[in-house]
């Protein structure tokens, strides 16, 4: 008995009873003022920041391409030529990686002009055509594939051998701004210094004819503008399940959570039965690990006897385990149904907490939307640098050639013995004051991305918690629930709080952080590492991410006890943790079963979605009139899958509130627990329901008793 008060001190003495306390405490004062002022000051700064980058950044540089002279296309001089044409496309492929070259804006180590529209036959320049002029091969032609500056009367082949002309056309069509041959693209001519049977060449001749890529976004285009409002229907029956489920709980709870635990057994039981017929199997026909000895293909075990006894016996004590702990932990699974009851009763007393994530979704958008466009305006800021660039310096008449000099893209075309030198983009130069901080201002970047996406999600935990901490603590319900409870719950968070959340949130940006950190290290000295480093990584690693987890779990909790009395971030969190540690079994199965029921929620409304669309989509639903019937699409499969995404969306959303609910309920039963005793003066607040599990009861009023 000693030993267990002892315990019981250890995690801080049980909640007195107070007199004044009669919910969410109103009269109350602004919290963790120093972090308050420091968020304010940081998102001054992050508003500067962006600023900065609105300034000296110019996103011209991503939406539009460049090219080799360093002019945009669609834009100047050149607004009526939109498209960037590659003279040799395959040089992006032969010369360097694919990934590299989509990392440095689709530059290429070739030539690329602006042009009005992309070719659209093939063409290659004859033998016969070498001592003929630019002007009469291109120019007549009205073709503005050279080089801007290139005299009419330049021989055809010096042209080429400078690079300043395409020696070959292919069909393209545009996409992102730059051709690509890919529209109707079957035969793939002979190109000059690259040989017809280059597996290049026939990987795309072949990619084009199976995957158009136009042709799929049009159809994709055309699928949604025909679905989109069955998209929608399917979305609301996804809303309406969702919902239903959430209501009914009340009374289905019970059942339901008996016979997700019958499921689970059943599970075990069948996996118990398998093993052992499969164990009687292979020990009669005496296959056994002695005679398969150590392999490094892990599927051959499975012809073992040793493999299914092992698995038997693990399953049999998993199913043990479970039993026992149902056994002994059955009352408190009751008072975890219960609290499931209440929080569904809550939910449909206060529905429109229930779209409070949309308030949510909506800042964490405003907040991803502002870091995109700083990362993007801080990329491209500072004057592009261009240096010649030679595709083969080992040439002997390229050794006297300053290659990787600075050079000026708008100067006339050089005349030179080296063939293919020319005036290439490099980057950005760093000189300026903010092209110096240009890393540092990226870090700011992130740091406030993480900082303002965790006090958002604060924010609407917090605001939650108040709102359901009124539910609870309201003695004669619905009659004492205070009128708008989540309008009262976000005006007293923000007036008054918003120095916590930025505190709680911090704590969990920094471990973040580090987090971001660690797997930058991990990318960048993969290569080097051996075995022993690869093995403390993943320890460092899964300690922060338990770190995160913690971290996560304790903000939760505190963010429900700032809600309800009004203190600061860290006296919250020691109290909701010492609150949660004095009743850990408790705490266990609660959570355990609560997640029980989620997931089933989740899998019940994103299946029903699924299957629903499925069959409507495919059109295997018959009797159906004909303003109901199913659009013909191209691809059925977007629309299902569409419908499904935005189902686990809206079901997560749904299910994120009633997790909420729970728990504040939950905290707000074990202070009830510690407060009160039932009497007149310190009656219980719980419901009916949770009295009659814990063989409690409020002492009635002496004249109802009389009545009675």
């Known amino acids: 008995m000693g030993g267990k008060q002892d315990g019981e001190e250890a995690y801080g003495k049980p909640a007195k009873y107070d007199p004044s306390f009669q919910g969410p405490i109103k009269n109350r004062s602004c919290t963790d003022v120093i972090c308050c002022v420091l968020f304010l000051l940081f998102i001054l700064g992050y508003i500067v920041v962006g600023v900065v980058a609105w300034v000296y950044g110019d996103p011209r540089q991503v939406l539009y391409p460049r090219n080799s002279t360093g002019a945009y296309c669609g834009m100047g001089a050149n607004k009526d030529k939109p498209y960037l044409l590659y003279f040799n496309i395959f040089s992006c492929i032969l010369a360097t990686n694919v990934i590299t070259v989509a990392e440095h804006g689709l530059q290429c180590p070739t030539p690329q002009v602006c042009v009005s529209s992309c070719p659209k036959t093939s063409w290659i320049v004859s033998p016969s055509e070498y001592s003929l002029t630019v002007g009469d091969v291109f120019y007549t032609k009205n073709w503005t594939f050279c080089l801007p500056g290139v005299p009419w009367n330049m021989p055809v082949l010096q042209s080429l051998q400078q690079e300043l002309c395409p020696s070959f056309l292919l069909p393209s069509s545009p996409a992102l701004g730059r051709c690509f041959p890919w529209d109707n693209y079957t035969t793939v001519p002979e190109l000059p210094g690259i040989p017809s049977n280059t597996s290049i060449i026939q990987g795309i001749s072949g990619l084009v004819d199976s995957l158009n890529a136009r042709d799929i976004s049009i159809k994709i285009f055309e699928d949604f503008a025909q679905s989109w409002y069955w998209i929608l229907v399917a979305l609301g029956v996804a809303l309406v399940l969702s919902m239903l489920f959430i209501l009914l709980l009340r009374l289905v709870a019970g059942p339901l959570v008996l016979v997700l635990i019958l499921g689970v057994l059943g599970v075990l039981a069948y996996g118990i039965y398998h093993c052992w017929k499969e164990y009687q199997v292979l020990r009669d026909m005496g296959a056994s690990i002695t005679q398969l000895g150590f392999t490094i293909n892990l599927s051959a075990y499975s012809s073992v006897q040793e493999t299914w006894l092992a698995a038997l016996i693990v399953l049999a004590v998993l199913e043990g385990v479970l039993l026992l702990l149902l056994i002994f932990l059955r009352q408190r699974i009751r008072i975890a149904i219960a609290l499931l009851q209440e929080a569904s009763r809550a939910v449909g007393q206060m529905m429109s907490t229930t779209f409070y994530p949309l308030v949510t979704f909506v800042l964490l958008l405003i907040c991803i939307a502002y870091w995109a466009m700083i990362a993007l305006y801080l990329a491209t800021s500072g004057q592009p640098q261009y240096v010649l660039w030679a595709p083969n310096v080992s040439l002997p008449s390229c050794e006297k050639v300053p290659v990787n000099t600075s050079c000026d893209p708008m100067a006339q075309p050089m005349n030179s013995s080296c063939p293919g030198l020319m005036c290439v983009f490099q980057g ?273 009023p002496p004249g109802k008793k009389r009545k009675k």
């Open 428 to 700: 950005y130069l760093s000189t300026g004051l903010v092209q110096r901080s240009l890393f540092n201002l990226q870090i700011y970047g992130i740091l406030g991305l993480f900082w303002t996406l965790n006090w958002v999600l604060a924010l609407g935990q917090c605001v939650l918690a108040g709102a359901f901490a009124s539910f609870y603590w309201a003695l004669n319900k619905p009659r004492d629930i205070p009128t708008f409870p989540l309008c009262a719950a976000f005006t007293r968070t923000l007036r008054y709080h918003t120095g916590s959340l930025a505190f709680g949130a911090l704590i969990l940006t920094l471990v973040q952080m580090a987090r971001v950190i660690l797997e930058y290290i991990d990318h960048k000295v993969r290569g080097a590492q051996n075995p022993m480093a690869r093995c403390i990584m993943c320890c460092f690693k899964c300690c922060l991410w338990c770190l995160e987890k913690f971290i996560k779990f304790l903000n939760r909790n505190a963010y429900i006890m700032i809600a309800i009395y009004g203190k600061n971030f860290c006296v919250s969190a020691k109290n909701a943790f010492m609150l949660l540690m004095r009743n850990i079994v408790r705490v266990v199965v609660l959570d355990k079963v609560t997640d029980l029921l989620l997931f089933f929620g989740k899998l019940l409304v994103v299946g029903c979605v699924g299957i629903l669309s499925f069959f409507f989509f495919t059109g295997r639903i018959p009797g159906l009139s004909k303003e109901f019937n199913s659009p013909h699409l191209n691809y059925y499969w977007l629309p299902i899958m569409t419908s499904i995404l935005g189902a686990y969306v809206i079901a997560s959303g749904f299910f994120s509130v009633f997790g909420m609910c729970v728990d504040t309920l939950f905290l707000c039963f074990l202070e009830d627990l510690e407060r009160n005793d039932g009497s007149l003066d310190r009656p219980y607040y719980m419901s009916k329901a949770l009295l009659k599990i814990l063989g409690k009861k409020n002492e009635a």
